[in-house]
């Protein structure tokens, strides 16, 4: 009887280890659970989980012998975590391997935007460089201002790699950090005020929905680029699209953002918005990593041993 079912889209090697070393039962999507024939749905007792679907109590409610459900992805603001909690049911993710991933994109946004490599490499290939075109000057990165919203696991990454840019580090958390050097603001609006780049590195979910508010946005200087690797959900996305159709601030470069994978007409069309398809952690390696963090975590639930990454507890072994 199958004990694990496997959700998403996986890699074919993440598919293999799934099928093979968990013997799990791979789905598609989150909505073919309620077609599975009842006696199936109540031997599961693992759920692998790839995916942005909310899962909550009804999907939970289909696996009554369900004990965990391990995210592929340090993000768990898809799940319902107090559903889970209500139904005694673990929450794993897998935090920390992808982190530098993820602060390498965020370094990438930055330089890709303020120094205009994606137009500037279309300019070669349309033959412009050639006919000696106009191209115009880009912007300065080293030693603008910094502003981490977020300074967690992601958040510090970011702040190391562009503290060696000779950017002066700004950051907002609900606390200062331990963080010598790097300059605490009490409200995100300070820090906005006082970032060239505002990097928005917080968790999803609803306690953060629209903290990068009007306000926020409104405090920023009119040569800032908002650059979020976070979740589109930690922005409010009019109010951000109305400072860039207005030009009053420089730009934004965006790994996520509301209605992933069709984001806003109004974002596609803007000329200093550089849209990426949620690939933070898409590296071979970083996968891979996740991939096998994620099924240890099955493992070890199902072995009756704790979860080596728990988001709740008091549940499991
Ligand atoms: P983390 O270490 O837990 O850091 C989370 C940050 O969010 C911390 O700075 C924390 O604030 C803040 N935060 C948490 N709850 C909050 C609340 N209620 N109000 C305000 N701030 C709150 O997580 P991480 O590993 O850095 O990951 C951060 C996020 O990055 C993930 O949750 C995920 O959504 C996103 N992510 C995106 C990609 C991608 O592909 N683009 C990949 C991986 C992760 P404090 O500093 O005050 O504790």
């Known amino acids: 009887m199958t004990q694990t079912i496997a959700i998403g889209a996986y ?5 293999q280890a799934l099928t093979g070393e968990l013997g799990a039962l791979a789905l598609p999507e989150l909505a073919a659970l309620a077609a599975l024939p009842e006696d199936q749905r109540n031997g599961v007792r693992a759920l ?63 330089l890709t935007h303020a120094r205009e490599v994606v137009p500037a490499a279309q300019y070669v290939l349309d033959g412009d460089w050639a006919r000696g075109a106009d191209l115009p000057l880009a912007h300065k990165v080293s030693g603008r201002r910094v502003g981490i919203l977020g300074l967690g696991r992601i958040g510090q990454q970011i702040a190391q790699r562009m503290a060696a840019f000779n950017c002066p580090i700004h950051y907002w958390s609900r606390r200062p950090k331990d963080a010598p050097g790097w300059t605490w603001h009490d409200t995100p609006e300070a820090l906005a005020a006082n970032s060239d780049f505002l990097v928005i590195a917080l968790v999803g979910g609803a306690e953060t929905a629209g903290l990068v508010s009007a306000p926020v946005i409104a405090a920023l200087p009119e040569n800032a680029v908002v650059v979020n690797i976070s979740r589109g959900s930690t922005v409010d996305e009019d109010a951000l699209i109305a400072a860039l159709e207005d030009g009053r601030i420089r730009g934004a470069a965006l790994d996520v953002m509301l209605n992933e994978p069709n984001p ?21 390696e970083t996968r891979a990593e996740m991939g096998a963090l994620q099924r240890r975590n099955i493992t070890a639930v199902l072995a009756g041993q704790p979860a080596e990454t728990p988001v709740n507890t008091g549940f499991g072994a």
């Open 11 to 15: 890699t074919d090697t993440d598919a």
């Open 48 to 110: 692998a989980y790839k995916g942005h679907d909310p899962l909550g109590g009804a999907q939970m409610d289909l696996l009554p012998k369900l004990e965990v459900i391990a995210n592929f992805g340090v993000g768990y603001d898809a799940i319902d975590v107090a559903a889970a909690n209500a139904r005694k049911v673990l929450v794993t993710n897998t935090p920390d391997v992808l982190t530098e991933d993820v602060a390498d994109l965020a370094v990438a946004l930055i």
């Open 264 to 284: 806003n007409p109004r974002l596609l069309a803007l000329p200093n918005v550089l849209l990426l398809p949620h690939i933070g952690s898409a590296t071979v």
